[in-house]
């Protein structure tokens, strides 16, 4: 495994529409592994393929449910890989939220995202998966798909600002 170099504005690799992965090769294995260590080094939540240069459609992942009840432990990160994710169901409702972007860094935007979805995709394995997702975790995915048309969370901010260094440490970075 590697970190690779994250690439950031304006590089137009981050506007071009990711291509279709045909088969989960080896050298796919190889992209999900990087991207996984270059997501944790940033750190960050979350990391698009052409984020790392690469215009393929690939993401990765990685969260900690906050706990149920107040008082109880943290619960351990959840690592997600997907490769070719698609949004197959999109709750109704949607919900506002303050977000950045490794590849925009210093910026801050508030940005409306559904509150619940549903991807399916294939695993680092090349086997189909699903996943429900709802909450801080549904954004994630959100904001790493829109990578792959190449939006970014700065087009769809009502507002974007300045973000105080503490102010972005405080809210994870994807
Ligand atoms: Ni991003």
Redesign the pocket.
Known sequence: MATREIVTLPDPVLRQKARKVPAVTEDIRTLIDDMVETMRAAPGV?L?AP?VGDSRRVIVVEYAEPPEQEGEPARPPKLFTLVNPEIVRRAPDQVKGVEG???VPGYLGEVERFESITIKGLNRAGLPVRIKAAGWLARIFQ??ID?LEGT??IDRAEEVWKGEEKEIESIAA?
């Open positions: 979350g698009a984020q972007c490794l590849s904001h790493e990578h970014l969370f994807d």
